[in-house]
C-alpha cells in the first residue's frame, strides 16, 4: 500500500472515524469510509474468519498480511494471523502432506481460528488447503459459533506461480526431488463458490485489498441483517 498510509496511525484513524472527520483519499477510498462507518461498528460482536485459498506462491500470505495492517488500523478487537508455514512448524509440527495429514492441518487451523473468534478477535487465515471438504469443515467449525466466514480464492494461474517459485518448491517438484507439490503432484480442488475470487497477477495488491474489504464489509452487512 502506499507509504503515505503509514502516517495515519490506528488510533487517529479510529478518532477521525468517530468524530465523523474526513479520512483522506489516500488511506482509504471513500466508499470503504463510508461503508466502514455503516456497517462496522454494529458487527454486534461476531467473529470473523478470512480464509485464504490458493495455490501455493498464489500470493495468499501477501494479501492476508496486508489485510491484517488494514484491519488493525479499523478494529479494536485483537486481530490473529494464521500463516501455513508458521501453523506448519508449530501447531502442526510432525504432519505429513498425506490427504489425511493435509485434512488435519486444516482441522487444527479450523479449532485454533474458532478459538480466536470466541475470545472476540478476527483470524486471518492464508494456507494452501487444497481439498473443499476441509475448506468446508473448516467453516463448519466457525460457523457452529456464530462465526462468519469468508473464503477467499487467490485464483493466481500455476504457470504465474511457478515462475515466481520464492522457496523453489515447484522446481524440486519438477525434477521429482519434492513429492506431493500441490499443483504439480497433488490435487488442488478450486472452491466453487468462493465468496471472493482474486488474481494476484491480474490485478494489484491494493485494488485486491479493496475488494477484500469491500466483501467483508458486505457479508458482515448481510450477517446484521439476517440477525436483526
Known amino acids: 500500500?502506499?507509504?503515505?498510509?503509514?502516517?495515519?496511525?490506528?488510533?487517529?484513524?479510529?478518532?477521525?472515524?468517530s468524530a465523523n472527520e474526513n479520512i483522506p483519499d489516500w488511506f482509504s477510498p471513500p466508499e470503504v469510509v463510508h461503508s466502514l462507518r455503516s456497517f462496522l461498528p454494529s458487527s454486534g460482536g461476531k467473529g470473523l474468519v478470512v480464509w485464504f485459498t490458493g495455490l501455493p506462491a498464489s500470493g495468499k500470505s501477501t494479501l492476508a498480511k496486508m489485510l491484517v495492517r488494514y484491519l488493525e488500523t479499523v478494529e479494536r478487537c485483537p486481530i490473529f494471523l494464521l500463516d501455513g508455514d508458521i501453523v506448519r512448524r508449530h501447531l502442526s509440527r510432525g504432519l505429513g502432506f498425506s490427504k489425511a495429514d493435509r485434512d488435519e492441518n486444516i482441522r487444527r487451523i479450523g479449532l485454533a481460528a474458532r478459538r480466536g473468534i470466541m475470545r472476540g478477535?478476527?483470524?486471518?487465515?492464508?494456507?494452501?488447503?487444497?481439498?473443499?471438504?476441509?475448506?468446508?469443515?473448516?467453516?463448519?467449525?466457525?460457523?457452529?459459533?456464530?462465526?462468519?466466514?469468508?473464503?477467499?480464492?487467490?485464483?493466481t494461474p500455476i504457470?504465474?506461480?511457478?515462475?515466481?517459485?520464492?522457496?523453489?518448491?515447484?522446481?524440486?517438484?519438477?525434477?521429482?526431488?519434492?513429492?506431493q507439490v500441490t499443483g504439480v503432484n497433488d490435487a488442488y480442488e478450486e472452491p466453487?463458490?468462493?465468496?471472493?475470487?482474486?488474481?494476484?497477477?491480474?490485478?494489484g495488491p491494493d485494488e485486491s485489498l479493496r475488494s477484500i474489504v469491500k466483501t467483508i464489509i458486505e457479508k458482515r452487512g448481510v450477517s446484521n441483517q439476517k440477525h436483526a
Open 121 to 155: 478477535g478476527i483470524c486471518v487465515v492464508a494456507a494452501v488447503s487444497p481439498y473443499r471438504e476441509a475448506r468446508y469443515q473448516a467453516r463448519k467449525l466457525i460457523e457452529e459459533v456464530g462465526g462468519i466466514f469468508i473464503e477467499i480464492f487467490v485464483s
Open 1 to 17: 500500500m502506499p507509504e503515505d498510509t503509514l502516517r495515519l496511525s490506528g488510533t487517529e484513524f479510529r478518532r477521525m472515524m
Open 192 to 203: 466453487q463458490n468462493p465468496d471472493l475470487a482474486v488474481d494476484t497477477y491480474g490485478i
Open 159 to 179: 504457470n504465474v506461480c511457478m515462475a515466481r517459485d520464492p522457496k523453489g518448491i515447484y522446481a524440486k517438484a519438477k525434477s521429482g526431488a519434492l513429492p
